[in-house]
């Protein structure tokens, strides 16, 4: 299995962690079936959305978190 390193700010990484320990199950775990949703969701509806408003935020229920760009 390959290792990637991802950035999240500190607060979405804590609503990570808070439900993955709500769920008893591990981070990676978790953003694995996030993403395994996702990718499912995608083949059967492709979002809609113009690229340019996808890479400036990642949206959840709760809040919006700017995504910011690595250089």
Known sequence: MA??????????LQEIDKIAELEHRT???LIREALRRYLLQYK??????EP?????????NKMIY??????
């Open 27 to 29: 981070r990676s775990s």
């Open 52 to 60: 340019e408003i996808i890479s400036k935020t990642l949206v959840s």
């Open 3 to 12: 290792k990637v390193l991802v950035n999240f700010q500190n607060e979405f």
């Open 44 to 49: 059967n509806e492709p979002i809609q959305k």
């Open 66 to 71: 700017p995504v910011s760009k690595v250089s």
